[in-house]
């Protein structure tokens, strides 16, 4: 079955450490998100891509860094300088826009629930 | 900046009951998307509006959008405990040269048998 695996479920970290999240699809989308999402706030974008070898920064990419070294995977790291870690992250992905009223839609992943301590 | 709003926040209701959630945009969007997220899960896709006034029905669940293309909303039709979940509206904003999905803050549905 095609889809978007995350791993791991859950994480747990010390403060000042960095931590890497997964994000792996066999969809062959082009385009990867990294979102955040934090009790009664929805979804915020951390960072994008649209093509191998190309990122954008999203509205909360600050202490985060991503690479996007194969189509398939969007590895997310959250470093010691990210003030509030704790959150649960969802990885997507999509075929990439079709034109200028339509947006593909996102597959998401399962999540990774991160918890610094 | 550009937002994408949605009301209620929370929103419970005996099963059988109606329910409706109103997304609201501070710019005209080219389209609009749905999703649920099942608590404990992750967002799924529901459906695209894209014209103006559009209208679209999925069993139970009426999608709209408005004429002026910066509000939509979600109604249900008789809830179900099967409905229990996080809806979101998204829609594109955008950011430099490209559009990206920015999503509503989710009204969560709770159903009571």
């Known amino acids: 079955d095609g889809g978007i695996t995350q791993s791991p479920k859950y994480l747990f970290r010390k403060e000042g450490q960095n931590v890497t999240l997964s994000c792996e699809q066999n969809?062959?989308?082009?385009?990867m998100y990294w979102y955040r999402q934090d009790p009664g706030q929805g979804l915020r974008l951390i960072y994008y891509?649209?093509?191998?070898?190309?990122?954008q920064k999203g509205d909360i990419a600050e202490g985060y860094s991503v690479s996007r070294e194969k189509k398939e995977s969007f590895p997310l790291t959250v470093t010691s300088a990210q003030k509030n870690p704790t959150a649960f992250y969802l990885c997507?992905?999509?075929?990439?826009?079709?034109?200028?009223?339509?947006?593909?839609?996102?597959?998401f992943g399962n999540g990774t629930r991160l918890t610094v301590t | 900046g550009q937002q994408v709003m949605q009301i209620p926040q929370y929103q419970h209701v005996q099963e059988g009951e109606d329910f409706t959630t109103y997304c609201n945009s501070s710019?005209?969007?080219?389209?609009i998307q749905w999703y649920k997220q099942r608590p404990g899960g992750h967002p799924v896709f529901l459906i695209q509006?894209?014209?103006?006034?559009e209208v679209k029905k999925q069993k139970r669940l009426t999608f709209q959008f408005g004429e002026a293309k910066k509000n939509s909303s979600l109604h249900i039709t008789a809830t179900q405990t099967t409905d229990v979940g996080t809806y979101f509206c998204?829609?594109?904003?955008?950011?430099?040269?490209?559009?990206?999905?920015?999503f509503g803050s989710g009204t969560q549905l709770t159903v009571l048998p």
């Open positions: 997507a992905s999509s075929t990439g826009d079709r034109g200028p009223s339509y947006n593909s839609p996102l597959h």
């Open positions: 969809l062959n989308h082009d385009a």
């Open positions: 891509s649209q093509i191998v070898n190309d990122f």
């Open positions: 710019t005209t969007l080219s389209n």
């Open positions: 509006l894209v014209k103006s006034g």
């Open positions: 998204a829609g594109p904003i955008s950011s430099g040269s490209a559009r990206q999905l920015t």
